[in-house]
């Protein structure tokens, strides 16, 4: 097994009711990993937050959520995993690069999420 590797994608950002935040992209050709992800998040507030993925073939590309993706997690408020902080592991297509997107789904409340991408 390969040293996990993570990188911080949200830090204490704000996803205000009904929209969503896009993090940077993630080079994952350069990490040379096993095809283990995960994710760490800490959520506060009272939003509801949907966290999905996207993958592009080139950092240029247009990244798309690819036919057949899953949700990450979706449903995920601050009393979600231990007080609002859970590891959570998916299994995403192979793709040179990575983008999380966060939705903020209830329409009624903002919340704040710190989220760091893990992988192996």
């Given at each position: 097994?390969?040293a996990?590797?993570?990188v911080?994608l949200?830090?204490t950002?704000t996803?205000?009711?009904n929209?969503?935040g896009?993090?940077?992209?993630v080079?994952?050709?350069v990490?040379?990993a ?33 036919t ?6 979706a449903?995920?408020?601050?009393s ?8 959570i ?8 690069h990575?983008k ?16 760091d991408?893990?992988v192996?």
């Amino acid at each position: 097994m390969g040293a996990i590797k993570h990188v911080r994608l949200f830090d204490t950002e704000t996803i205000t009711k009904n929209t969503t935040g896009t993090s940077k992209a993630v080079e994952l050709g350069v990490w040379a990993a096993s095809g283990i992800f995960s994710i760490a998040l800490t959520v506060t507030g009272s939003g509801t937050l949907t966290i999905t993925y996207l993958l592009a073939f080139d950092k240029t590309a247009t990244f798309v959520t690819p036919t057949g993706a899953v949700d990450i997690i979706a449903g995920f408020v601050s009393s979600s995993g231990t007080s609002g902080v859970d590891i959570i592991s998916f299994s995403p297509e192979p793709a040179k690069h990575m983008k999380i997107a966060v939705t903020e789904t209830v329409t009624t409340d903002d919340a704040v999420i710190t989220l760091d991408l893990l992988v192996q």
